[in-house]
């Protein structure tokens, strides 16, 4: 009973305070909005692809995320999710779908052949998508398991929640288009 007597409730510094009223940093509510709403646009050719699929359904479900709308327009998503052996012939398409995507965008190589072109080291074979996009979030495996993909999208997560909200707009970033040949 005595420790309950010293107990004392500390009040709010003037002008902070009041009913609903939360004070932080217009970066991290962005951040946190952005990376609880990503909309993901799956690129997928190969068996990658259908592990996506699982990771989709209900015993791993990708909704809890906040990514369960996907979307096949890349003008309605921000998360370009590529899964696959990506040939040559498709890179052009695949930086196509890239560029059509709008600001802020975020890509997720799932595999090894979307990561490195995975056992496939062949003339006809993109060697990674890194050579025609920025990547930022690898996945490794062959195929990964949905476990894997998830544990990838926490990690962009992550990064889409400390991203400062000027960063798109900054010289760094900026150049890093530019070496893509993106403008």
């Given at each position: 009973m005595?420790?309950?007597?010293?107990?004392?409730?500390?009040?709010?510094?003037?002008?902070?305070?009041?009913?609903?009223?939360f004070?932080?940093?217009?970066?991290e509510?962005?951040?946190l909005?952005?990376?609880?709403s990503l909309?993901?646009?799956p690129?997928a050719?190969?068996?990658?692809?259908?592990?996506?699929?699982?990771t989709m359904?209900?015993?791993?479900?990708?909704?809890?995320?906040?990514?369960?709308?996907?979307?096949?327009?890349?003008?309605?998503a921000d998360m370009?999710?590529?899964?696959?052996?990506?040939?040559?012939?498709?890179?052009?398409?695949?930086?196509q779908?890239?560029e059509?995507?709008?600001?802020?965008r975020?890509?997720?190589a799932v595999?090894?052949?979307?990561?490195?072109?995975?056992?496939f080291?062949?003339?006809?074979?993109l060697?990674g998508?890194?050579?025609?996009?920025?990547?930022?979030?690898?996945?490794?495996?062959?195929?990964?398991?949905?476990?894997?993909i998830?544990?990838?999208?926490?990690?962009?997560?992550?990064?889409v929640?400390?991203?400062?909200?000027?960063?798109?707009?900054?010289?760094e970033?900026?150049e890093?288009?530019?070496?893509?040949?993106?403008?």
């Amino acid at each position: 009973m005595s420790d309950q007597k010293d107990i004392k409730i500390v009040g709010a510094p003037a002008g902070i305070e009041g009913q609903g009223f939360f004070a932080t940093k217009l970066d991290e509510v962005v951040g946190l909005a952005r990376a609880n709403s990503l909309w993901p646009l799956p690129f997928a050719t190969s068996c990658c692809g259908i592990e996506f699929m699982a990771t989709m359904a209900a015993t791993y479900d990708l909704a809890r995320f906040g990514s369960e709308r996907m979307s096949f327009s890349p003008r309605q998503a921000d998360m370009l999710l590529v899964m696959g052996t990506i040939a040559k012939k498709m890179a052009p398409i695949l930086r196509q779908v890239y560029e059509q995507m709008a600001e802020p965008r975020w890509v997720i190589a799932v595999g090894a052949c979307a990561s490195s072109g995975g056992v496939f080291d062949t003339y006809s074979v993109l060697q990674g998508i890194d050579k025609v996009i920025p990547v930022d979030v690898y996945v490794p495996g062959c195929p990964p398991r949905p476990e894997q993909i998830l544990d990838g999208i926490l990690t962009l997560q992550d990064i889409v929640k400390n991203e400062s909200v000027r960063r798109r707009s900054s010289p760094e970033y900026q150049e890093l288009l530019a070496s893509y040949n993106i403008t």
